[in-house]
C-alpha cells in the first residue's frame, strides 16, 4: 500500500492565484483531513470528510474549498492565494473520525504565496 | 471543546538522558490521548494513544505515556534519549462521541546533544 499520497511536494503561488492540492489514500479509509502546519501553531483543521459526498468545515475554512467524490480522493483547492496561507498542508485519513483510530498522514505539501 | 497544552516549544537533553515532554489537556468527557512524532520533512507518525485499560502506555521507539485523570496529563518519556529520537513531537486528544475531531498541541521540539 501506498498509504496517503500528496502532490506536489511544493508549490510556489503569486497572490491571486489558485490551484489544486492532490491527496490520495489507498486504505479504504472512510475519514479524511486537510490540516495546515505553521510555526509555533501546531496541526489546525481545514476541512474534512466522513465519506464520499460529506463534507465539512474545521477550524480554518476560510479561502479553502474540498470536495469528495470518491473514497480516495480529497483535493484541497486555494480559490485565491493569498500571502498568509504560506504554509505546510498535510492531508491526513482513517477508518472513522475520532474515536481510537489512528490518523495516518501524507508526507505533505510545502506552499509559498508571494 | 477540548484543547492540549505543551509547555515551551524545545526541549534539549544529551544523549543517553532522560526524556520528558509534557502534555496536559481539556476535556468535558472523557478523552482519548495520543502523541505523534513528526522527523525532518515527513508527515506525522503515531508513537502511541490511550484509549481505555492501562494508564500506562508503550509506543514505538521505546517511549511511553501515563495517562493521569487527576492531573489532566499525559507526558511522554524515554529513560535513555537517542540521536535518532531528535523530532518535533505533539501532543493530540479526541473525545469519546461519534465524530470528533482531533486537536493538536503546538508541538515540541526534541534536540539530542552528543
Not at chain 1, 498568509?84 to 508526507?107: D, L
Not at chain 2, 496536559?24 to 508513537?47: A, H, I, M
Not at chain 2, 521507539?61 to 529520537?85: I, R, V, Y
Request: charged residues 15%; contains cysteine.
Amino acid at each position: 500500500n501506498a498509504g496517503v499520497t500528496q502532490t506536489p511536494k511544493f508549490q510556489v503561488l503569486k497572490t491571486g492565484q489558485s490551484m489544486t492540492l492532490q491527496c490520495a489514500q489507498d486504505m479504504n479509509h472512510e475519514y479524511m483531513s486537510w490540516y495546515r502546519q505553521d510555526p509555533g501553531m501546531g496541526l489546525r483543521l481545514i476541512h474534512y470528510s466522513v465519506g464520499a459526498g460529506i463534507t465539512d468545515q474545521g477550524e480554518v475554512p476560510n479561502g479553502y474549498n474540498v470536495s469528495r467524490s470518491t473514497t480516495e480522493d480529497f483535493p484541497l483547492r486555494l480559490l485565491s492565494a493569498a500571502p498568509s496561507q504560506t504554509s505546510v498542508y498535510f492531508c491526513a485519513s482513517s477508518y472513522v473520525q475520532g474515536a481510537s483510530y489512528e490518523q495516518y498522514f501524507g508526507p505533505g505539501t510545502r506552499l509559498t504565496v508571494t | 471543546a477540548q484543547s492540549v497544552t505543551q509547555l515551551g516549544s524545545h526541549v534539549s537533553v544529551s544523549e543517553g538522558a532522560l526524556v520528558l515532554l509534557r502534555c496536559n489537556y481539556s476535556s468535558s468527557v472523557p478523552p482519548y490521548l495520543f502523541w505523534y512524532v513528526q522527523y525532518p520533512n515527513q508527515g506525522l507518525q503515531l508513537l502511541l494513544k490511550y484509549t481505555t485499560g492501562a494508564t500506562l502506555v508503550k509506543g514505538i521507539n521505546g517511549f511511553e505515556a501515563e495517562f493521569k485523570k487527576s492531573e489532566t496529563s499525559f507526558h511522554l518519556t524515554k529513560p535513555s534519549a537517542h540521536m535518532s529520537d531528535a523530532a518535533e513531537y505533539f501532543c493530540a486528544v479526541s473525545d469519546r462521541r461519534a465524530n470528533s475531531k482531533l486537536t493538536f498541541g503546538k508541538g515540541i521540539t526534541l534536540s539530542v546533544r552528543p
